[in-house]
């Protein structure tokens, strides 16, 4: 029997506020354990909850971006439970009046035809709301510690419907929440930091079958690619147990990474055992046209709408497109350059090609970079117009990056410039090239033109290469034209 694999994901991304949600302590990595908190971080008596503007400002904005509607009035809940991360012993969230309902994620099918941009399918989301995070537990031999530091820090949970159905799929949905949260500024998205998190459920159901099976959550995936490797697992999992004759129960996975394999945690918990009621503390949020407008204006263009329109706008292709839209301070260092210098594709190459290379190399960022769009635009326009050769720009581009020099003078200093072409000399050398190639002559006059290229060869050789290709094509086909 055929199995279809059903896949919803739990997303939650820590938004990035410089205080936490319902207290003035900082958020914040990598501090002394227990040192960015305060009573009500605690939870000791008497610490009252006090709402941070700015993490709402947040979720609105993520839920513009993912084109959700956003309630006219939220409200906020306690979720009971019982665990040594929650020092009040329920957490404050939202239960059935989220911020944000429906929307979806744009994502490329893996796989897809790579024409313009490949096939693409849209995610339909549940809902989006806010939260509180929790404490972490550290493990050691003997016992466990709590460092109530990520305590407090606002968290958005983004919840899909169950409607992905492979491990790539859930990667490129992944992939693509995290682009969107640093794209709008919301969160940087860090896996490592814990920034942002992801639970997986999934299902399995003979093709044809309109029914949602049993599903398992699936835990502690700290890493896109274990989000997928984990799935993958689950999927063949639930397949060979059901072929044994075994039965699916409702349950919490582990997921190892490092070793491929998982392990029951427990079994799944339901809403109503977590005892969720409002919470007295804090008032409903009303929100209005007004402010929905002014966190309107701040969304910035996403990464699939981008890549369309520099195909329109720029005539690039896929592959450059791809490498450039993903990384929005990149599409903005090449739109500089390719608008100060008119040639964007030349601009995407060298971004693509030299500009990201030198920069693994050196393990170093964009921002960075002694190379700014202003130099890499004027060296394009050094190329085009012949001033320097394409193996000089080379060396010309290695040590504008070294130096954050200026590409004229570095190929000043370095001796670099196209020395002038005497007409009658390079005239003479094609004359010889085209004398020498009788094969290729007649290749070209048969029709081929990329046979000329058998004759810009031996003319550059004669030239030690100093000489201009766009004035040897020139040349070439003005002498083949009239011989």
Not at 311 to 317: A, K
Request: aromatic fraction near 6%; charged fraction near 25%.
């Amino acid at each position: 029997m055929n199995y279809e694999a059903v896949i919803g994901l739990e997303v939650h991304v820590q938004v990035k506020t410089r205080s936490k949600i319902f207290t003035r302590v900082a958020t914040g990595y990598g501090h002394e354990p227990n040192t960015l908190t305060d009573p009500v971080v605690l939870a000791l008596p008497g610490a009252l909850p006090v709402m941070n503007k700015a993490a709402l400002d947040a979720i609105i904005k993520a839920g513009l971006l993912l084109g959700c509607e956003i309630a006219p009035v939220c409200k906020w809940d306690r979720k009971q439970y019982f665990y040594p991360d929650s020092p009040k012993n329920y957490q404050i969230s939202q239960y059935d009046q989220p911020m944000c309902l429906g929307g979806t994620v744009e994502i490329e099918l893996p796989g897809s035809a790579r024409n313009i941009m490949g096939e693409h399918k849209k995610i339909p989301l549940t809902r989006i709301h806010l939260e509180e995070d929790v404490g972490k537990l550290n493990h050691g031999a003997t016992d466990s510690l709590v460092d109530y530091n990520r305590a407090g820090t606002p968290l958005m949970e983004i919840v899909s419907d169950p409607a992905m159905h492979t491990a790539e799929e859930a990667y490129a949905y992944l992939t693509s929440i995290r682009a969107t949260m640093i794209y709008g500024g919301i969160s940087d998205c860090d896996m490592e930091k814990g920034q942002l998190r992801c639970d997986a459920n999934i299902s399995i159901r003979p093709v044809g079958e309109t029914r949602l099976g049993t599903k398992v959550e699936l835990k502690n995936l700290n890493s896109i690619s274990f989000v997928r490797d984990g799935i993958a697992h689950e999927i063949e999992r639930q397949i060979a147990l059901v072929e044994r004759g075994g039965t699916i129960v409702q349950e919490t996975r582990d997921y190892d990474g490092m070793a491929g394999t998982s392990q029951s945690l427990r079994s799944k918990e339901e809403a109503h055992d977590y005892r969720y009621f409002p919470d007295p503390d804090l008032m409903p949020v009303k929100v209005d046209a007004a402010w929905k407008s002014r966190i309107q204006a701040e969304c910035p263009e996403l990464p699939f709408v981008k890549q369309r329109r520099f195909f329109e706008q720029y005539q690039l292709p896929y592959s450059l497109t791809s490498v450039l839209v993903w990384d929005r301070e990149l599409a903005d260092f090449f739109e500089e350059a390719a608008k100060l210098s008119g040639k964007p594709q030349p601009v995407g190459n060298w971004i693509a090609n030299d500009l990201l290379r030198e920069l693994g190399t050196a393990g170093l960022g964009l921002a960075e970079s002694k190379v700014r769009p202003a130099n890499l635009a004027a060296l394009v326009r050094m190329v085009e117009s012949g001033a320097v050769l394409g193996h000089a720009a080379k060396e010309i581009f290695v040590a504008m990056f070294a130096t954050g020099g200026d590409p004229a003078a570095i190929a000043e200093q370095l001796g670099l410039k196209s020395a002038p072409t005497d007409a009658g000399e390079l005239e003479q050398w094609c004359r010889d090239s085209i004398a020498a190639n009788a094969r290729a002559l007649a290749e070209f006059k048969a029709g081929k033109d990329s046979a000329i290229n058998a004759f810009k060869g031996s003319v550059m050789k004669a030239a030690k290469g100093k000489v201009n290709p766009k004035l040897v094509d020139e040349t070439l086909r003005r002498l083949l034209a009239a011989s």
